[in-house]
């Protein structure tokens, strides 16, 4: 591999910030890394970073054990940006003063640059708005640093001490209610710490190659592709990396969305010419789940029978060591500390058991989902993987609600294809999260040509979520609901009825089970 790509750290003091700083920074093209704020000298130094971000956070420095870090880091030489909490703890450790000012400073607040320094200048205007969530304020700027700007409520907005290489900004540089928030801290990276702008897909791509061909060696992969992005992404690059020497394992449980497992098959094994085992596993499904109505007794068996028929066809692919998953860095950071992290594992009916054999390839791990599915353009993935809506991994089997049948899964699938095509020709499918029809187990009467019918009704569910914890209910346009439902009714058999449920997670949840 040719040059050096430059590494941020990220040192998280709590809440939700981290993990925003670290994607401007990766949207500055320079690769980012959060760590825990806990990390030791020897850990910082080991990873030999360019710079060093200190994220905001809930607490107050004075608070009894508020997290800190260690003052041996100032002494790096590595240039530093505190942010919010993080400038508050640079002019507490290094001899300033943090107070109680007595009102605080939330959102939108007028920012007056006293002098540009190295993080403001360039065209920008000395008169600007900042986004501010602070309560104490830095009243005195330790020895050897500048107060760069100040707001009404905070006498030392940004100071910086270029000797050292050490900055602060009291607001929050990352949120786009700052205006000019990503050029600060792009000074700050580009300027004042010398960072190049190297960090692009492609060359994740080729760093991702080269650490695959590395680890496999000549060895052979496995890899269960779920249809989803992640899985897909991983399987492509580990394709790139290793060929033939990967094996895709795709197991069709007759739970999928409408043409899903065809385009899957079409995907891999046409397109990019990738070995797959498609295993048609839907009798046994379906068998296995006649007559069960128990939500979770539903998803566990789909679960318990996906390993089992995964087991069994991966037990196919001689002396396979190697296991491709595509785990992605919210999951990495999150890892059992979390509520997020216990729902996801919870919900991963398609996670494998902790006592296969195998040893695993994580491409993905340094990635947010964003950056996943730039990748996988890159890589020649269509659109309707890459941009692919979450999908529960008991697929169907959580959308029906009681008993499942090969029956019940047809009308469904063909109402959710109508309920994503009108979606999608409505021009709306990146902004909406999910989009998709439920089977509810009820009947109710309806009159259709002279007919009295006695059917199913459907519900479209479609929301608008950033991560899937909160989700709102979707404003679709009138015009486009009436589409979906005349179509549903005149197109699927058996369902007279159509309703659109207009519930926000909480209180929902976004699938009906
Ligand atoms: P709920 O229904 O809990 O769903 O609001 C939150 C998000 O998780 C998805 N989901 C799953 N994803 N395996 C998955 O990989 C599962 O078993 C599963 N169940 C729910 C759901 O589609 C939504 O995006």
């Known amino acids: 591999m040719s040059q050096r790509v ?16 670290a994607r401007r920074v990766r949207e500055a093209h320079v690769y980012s890394e959060i760590v825990p704020h806990t990390i030791t000298i020897d850990e910082i130094v080991a990873k030999k970073p360019t710079a060093i971000i200190f994220s905001g956070g809930p607490k107050s420095v004075h608070t009894e054990g508020a997290p ?150 000549a060895g052979r992969a496995i890899c269960g592709l779920s249809g989803g992005v992640d899985s897909a992404v991983a399987a492509a690059l580990v394709h790139k990396a290793i060929g033939s020497q990967l094996t895709c394992v795709f197991v069709d449980t007759g739970l999928m969305r409408k043409g899903e497992g065809e385009q899957v098959v079409e995907t891999f094994r046409r397109n990019q010419k990738i070995e797959l085992v498609h295993v048609r596993a839907a009798d046994r499904f379906f068998d296995a789940l006649a007559g069960v109505t128990d939500p979770e007794r539903k998803r566990k068996i789909i679960g318990e029978l996906f390993i089992r028929v995964f087991e069994d066809a991966s037990g196919g692919v001689e002396d396979a060591k190697f296991l491709v998953q595509g785990t992605l860095y919210p999951d990495v950071i999150e890892s059992g500390t979390s509520k997020a992290a216990k729902i996801k594992s919870h919900h991963n009916v398609g996670g494998l058991p902790d006592d296969m054999d195998f040893e695993l390839v994580e491409p993905l791990r340094a990635l947010f989902k964003d950056e996943v599915r730039a990748v996988g353009s890159e890589l020649g993935l269509p659109d309707e993987i890459v941009w692919r809506q979450p999908f529960p991994g008991p697929g169907l089997g959580v959308r029906i609600i009681g008993a499942v049948s090969r029956e019940k899964v047809e009308i469904l699938q063909h109402a959710d294809a109508i309920v994503r095509e009108e979606v999608k020709s409505a021009g709306l499918e990146r902004e909406i999260w999910q989009a998709f029809a439920v089977l509810p187990d009820i009947r109710s009467v309806g009159v259709q040509g002279d007919e009295r019918t006695y059917a199913h009704p459907i519900i479209i569910r479609a929301v608008t979520s950033e991560d899937a914890m909160t989700a709102d209910w979707a404003r679709l346009p009138y015009e486009l609901l009436e589409t979906m439902s005349s179509r549903i009714i005149n197109e699927v058999q058996g369902v007279n009825r159509v309703a659109y449920d207009i519930t926000s997670k909480p209180p929902g949840t976004i699938e009906w089970e």
């Open 68 to 217: 800190s870090i260690d003052r041996a880091v100032y002494d790096l030489g590595v240039p530093i940006l505190g942010i919010c909490y993080g400038a508050q703890l640079i002019a507490q450790q290094l001899g300033g003063r943090v107070d109680r000012t007595g009102r605080g400073e939330y959102g939108r607040t007028p920012l007056s640059v006293r002098a540009a320094g190295a993080l403001f200048g360039g065209g920008m205007p000395d008169e600007q708005q900042v986004w501010m969530s602070h309560f104490d304020a830095i009243v005195d700027a330790p020895p050897g640093f500048t107060v760069t700007a100040t707001t009404p409520e905070a006498p030392v907005a940004a100071l910086e001490d270029t000797a050292r290489a050490i900055y602060g900004v009291q607001f929050h540089p990352e949120v786009v209610h700052t205006p000019y928030g990503q050029q600060i801290l792009q000074h700050f990276l580009y300027n004042a710490a010398g960072c190049e702008p190297r960090w692009t897909m492609s060359s994740v791509i080729d760093t991702q190659v080269d650490l695959v061909r590395a680890q496999v060696g």
């Open 6 to 21: 430059d590494s941020v750290l990220v040192v998280d003091f709590g809440a939700q910030y981290a993990q925003l700083i």
